[in-house]
């Protein structure tokens, strides 16, 4: 049952676009996710991270995809978020990249 949420999870995730909200698995809701070029020609991802489960949430480890202006991946990053995330919390993400990224999407989510 949790592979075919997770699976469900990363399909709804590489359709949506990057400022909707991504249902994860885990009861755990990534909205508002961006990215911005910074000086140096890298990327600052942010986004806000909502448990919306019944129960605390310790750690959430996400997994973002990275694409070019010709929608090509150009690369992977991690952002962990340590908690606890209460139930119904909202917490702010941000994830540093040295790539130069047009465009984001949220791949995969963990959370214990």
């Given at each position: 049952?949790?592979?075919a949420l997770?699976s469900?999870?990363v399909l709804?995730?590489?359709?949506?676009?990057?400022a909707?909200?991504?249902?994860?698995?885990?009861g755990?809701?990534?909205g508002?996710?961006q990215?911005?070029?910074d000086?140096?020609?890298?990327?600052t991802?942010?986004?806000?991270?909502?448990?919306?489960?019944?129960?605390p949430?310790?750690?959430?480890?996400?997994?973002f995809v990275?694409?070019d202006?010709q929608?090509r991946?150009?690369?992977?990053?991690?952002?962990?978020?340590?908690?606890p995330?209460?139930p119904?919390?909202?917490?702010?993400?941000?994830?540093?990249?040295?790539?130069p990224?047009?465009?984001?999407?949220?791949?995969?989510?963990?959370?214990?």
């Amino acid at each position: 049952m949790k592979t075919a949420l997770a699976s469900l999870a990363v399909l709804a995730c590489l359709a949506g676009g990057g400022a909707s909200a991504q249902s994860l698995a885990y009861g755990v809701t990534l909205g508002n996710v961006q990215t911005v070029r910074d000086a140096q020609n890298g990327s600052t991802i942010t986004g806000s991270l909502a448990n919306q489960s019944a129960r605390p949430i310790n750690s959430v480890m996400l997994t973002f995809v990275l694409y070019d202006e010709q929608n090509r991946e150009i690369g992977r990053v991690q952002d962990g978020v340590t908690g606890p995330l209460a139930p119904g919390q909202i917490r702010l993400v941000r994830a540093v990249t040295p790539l130069p990224a047009a465009r984001v999407t949220a791949l995969d989510v963990q959370a214990w």
